[in-house]
């Protein structure tokens, strides 16, 4: 059984930045797509970034591309997704999750099997 626990979510004002941590222990980053998804409230889920340390491979979605950073520290089993240029549109509860598959494709959600609980973050003024 995977535990996924994300952490680092909060209030923040437009223009601020936030890192949120996925820990993930107990396995090893290798065998896994880790990717980072959010919903807002009354919208979809939808696909963030997403790391496969395995291909050396990282994927964002275009709405985020060039202010969010996806990494992995691999000692510690955990994914970070620093999140610069913070926007209203970010707000959203964030999740983390794993696919065993190693792959990226953030449109296949039911490939990511093991889901956290989600952390919020706030982006007003």
């Known amino acids: 059984q995977v535990h996924v626990a994300e952490s680092g979510g909060g209030l923040v004002q437009p223009g601020g930045s936030l890192t949120l941590s996925c820990a993930l222990p107990?396995?090893?980053?290798?065998?896994?797509?880790i990717g980072w998804f959010r919903q807002a409230p009354g919208k979809a889920r939808e696909g963030v970034s997403c790391?496969?340390?395995?291909?050396?491979?990282?994927v964002y979605a275009d709405s985020v591309k060039g202010r969010f950073t996806i990494s992995a520290d691999e000692a510690k089993n955990t994914v970070y997704l620093q999140m610069n240029g913070l926007k209203p549109e970010d707000t959203a509860v964030y999740f983390c999750?794993?696919?065993?598959?190693?792959?990226?494709?953030?449109?296949?959600?039911?490939?990511?099997?093991?889901w956290g609980q989600g952390t919020r973050v706030t982006v007003s003024s």
């Open positions: 999750a794993v696919n065993p598959y190693i792959l990226c494709d953030m449109d296949s959600l039911t490939d990511f099997t093991a």
């Open positions: 107990g396995f090893n980053l290798d065998y896994y797509g």
């Open positions: 790391i496969s340390t395995n291909d050396d491979l990282t």
